[in-house]
């Protein structure tokens, strides 16, 4: 195994093989272009392959980059039907990589980040669905129901979580939800 910044290779790949069932060895990758939590492909000896999520490695404040919150939204985003790669796994032992991750599917696809990519990457026609699967998706995702009892599992700060409704326009709503507290 080569070196790969960010990624205790040994400790991850054990990790790996005992939760979410990889095949070692592992090899991880970088993928390129994000813009704060790193995000690793990781091929193994089978050729099965899944999406590492971790913090950044340089000094992160507490209540950022939080794989514990991003790990619980996708899961429970998963089986309701929203397009979010399946979650496999969530290590919070900091022994293991210095930071919590969480491992799930891996899901091929473009990353667009600016319309002259996307011009360049894709044709009229194919800009326009996926224009059409965006505002579906957004749609969809905006009629998830978070109980008001439930928010605390998504660590949102207790009092308040931002929802979002189509009203024609898209505005913006605070809901106000119980006070329990966002650390089970």
């Not at 439930?150 to 009203?167: L, V």
Request: proline share 8%.
């Amino acid at each position: 195994m080569g070196h790969v910044t960010g990624i205790n290779e040994s400790a991850v790949s054990a990790w790996m093989v005992e939760h979410v069932g990889a095949r070692a060895p592992l090899q991880f990758t970088l993928v390129a272009g994000g813009r704060s939590n790193l995000t690793f492909l990781v091929e193994d000896a089978s050729g099965a392959r899944f999406a590492l999520r971790r913090p950044p490695t340089s000094h992160v404040l507490p209540t950022a980059h939080d794989m514990v919150r991003e790990h619980t939204i996708i899961s429970a985003l998963f089986p309701q039907g929203v397009p979010v790669a399946r979650p496999l796994g969530l290590c919070v032992d900091v022994e293991v990589n210095e930071r919590p991750f969480y491992v799930m599917e891996f899901v091929e696809g473009a990353i667009l980040r600016d319309r002259a990519q996307a011009e360049a990457t894709f044709d009229l026609a194919t800009r326009a669905t996926i224009g059409e699967e965006l505002a579906t998706t957004l749609a969809g995702l905006h009629d998830v129901d978070v109980p008001p009892g439930e928010a605390w599992r998504f660590r949102i700060p207790p009092g308040i979580a931002h929802a979002y409704r189509n009203t024609g326009a898209t505005t913006m709503v605070l809901v106000s939800f119980s006070s329990r507290p966002h650390d089970p």
